[in-house]
């Protein structure tokens, strides 16, 4: 008769611990990418417009005080599926300067569209003079009455 080798003793325990031990003494790796400081711009000229943006919540804030203004027809079939795009431009004393476009939606057949591209061009002009971050600046506005109408 031949005799068996011995078996490994397998303890989930031990391997437990070893990784444990392998975790404690390993030093943290630093992060791809540290952040530092952000670098002055090297440009021999400064850009004309450098900081001179629009921040994301200064535009939401226009877009709700907008559709505030708005006033779509919510009870009339089929005004919950209007998308209106307005562009205008704000001159440096915050009043609005040049012609308010809607994409042509003013010239529409269907009443709808129509009576809300009006009103769109009406709340442009109803929000002004418009708050010192908005001056001297160009805007695009969609007047969507899906989701003006679902709030009331």
């Not at 444990?20 to 003494?25: E, Q």
């Not at 010239?107 to 002004?128: E, K, M, T, Y």
């Amino acid at each position: 008769m031949k005799p068996q080798p011995a078996k490994p003793d397998f303890s989930l325990d031990a391997l437990q611990a070893s990784i444990a031990k392998a975790a404690r003494s390993a030093s943290p790796k630093p992060a791809f990418a540290r952040r530092g400081p952000a670098r002055a711009e090297t440009a021999p000229q400064a850009r004309v417009a450098a900081g001179q943006g629009v921040s994301q919540s200064d535009l939401q804030g226009l877009q709700q005080l907008l559709e505030r203004l708005w006033n779509p027809n919510c009870a009339v079939a089929g005004a919950d599926t209007v998308v209106v795009p307005v562009k205008f431009q704000v001159a440096d004393d915050g009043r609005v300067i040049g012609r308010v476009t809607e994409g042509g939606r003013e010239s529409s057949s269907d009443p709808v569209v129509f009576a809300a591209a009006r009103r769109a061009i009406d709340a442009v002009h109803q929000a002004a003079p418009y708050a010192e971050a908005y001056r001297g600046k160009s805007f695009t506005v969609n007047f969507d009455a899906g989701k003006a109408c679902a709030g009331r």
